[in-house]
């Protein structure tokens, strides 16, 4: 195995098993971030069996060996504005981007969520790749979707810290608002709310 | 990130987010961010080709 290999969790689950799965997710460590160390252990395998969302794993040939240096997770999203938030001018401005729902009163429009993204510091595996090539992994995925279904929009939420939303900036997302923690977020995560940005991918 | 965010709607009511979620949108769609090129190859694989590569795990 030569280059990055992309593995999509639910096809090595139905390939390999569940047993199996876990003892490869088991090599990953993220001290940065615990919440992004928990999802991969804990909850990917349930979600990405739902269909809530969906777990990429990321491997590299090391050593004659294939190691997992990363992981990302999209989970379908729609952002919903509602007309009463918006000017007349910003009306007609929204219609470049999204659908309005005349029921309810709303635009609409789909913007995939890069869920979870990390690269795997355990053993040094994180150098094998950069976040820059990870996020490029991420966001080439929903392009390919979005070629097969439509849409234009990602979406991510990350924490308040300015070496990330530099990160996240570099890579041509644009912050457009916050989310306070709930209550059982707090502790997982620096600070008190996380930075809502999104990135219009060009065709 | 956060787990939460995958169970969380986006649902703007506020006109001071509806102003940012377009400018927001505007402002993406013309800017330019940074070109990054891959230091390897990237490939999918699937099936019987993932008990090829992690099969004796």
Redesign the interface.
Known sequence: ????????LR??IE??GED?TK??LSNFMCPL?K??D??LKS?SIE?SKQG??ITYL?F?SNKNE?VLIGYF?L?T??????R????NT?RK??TK?AQYDNDFKRYVFP?P??????KNFFNGYDKL??G??L???ACDKIKAIQREIGGR?V?????DNPKLINFYS????????K?K??R??VG??QGEY?V?????L?P | MATKSILKNIDIRERRMGRALILALEKSEAKKGKQVELSRICREIKGEKIKDIFGNI
């Not at chain 1, 570099?170 to 608002?177: D, E, L, M, R």
């Not at chain 1, 809502?196 to 219009?200: F, G, M, R, S």
């Open positions: 195995m030569t280059g990055y290999t992309l593995i999509n096809e090595m390939h390999l199996k003892i490869i971030n919440d992004v928990d999802f909850k979600f809530i969302a990321v590299a294939n997770t989970a999203k729609i952002i919903m504005v509602y009463t938030s918006l000017s910003l401005r929204i981007f913007a969520l890069i869920g979870q993204l990390s790749i950069s820059d090539e996020l490029k992994l929009v979406y991510l939420e990350c924490e570099a890579n041509g997302f644009v912050q457009f608002g989310r923690l709930d059982d977020e997982l995560m996380l809502q940005l999104l990135k219009y060009k």
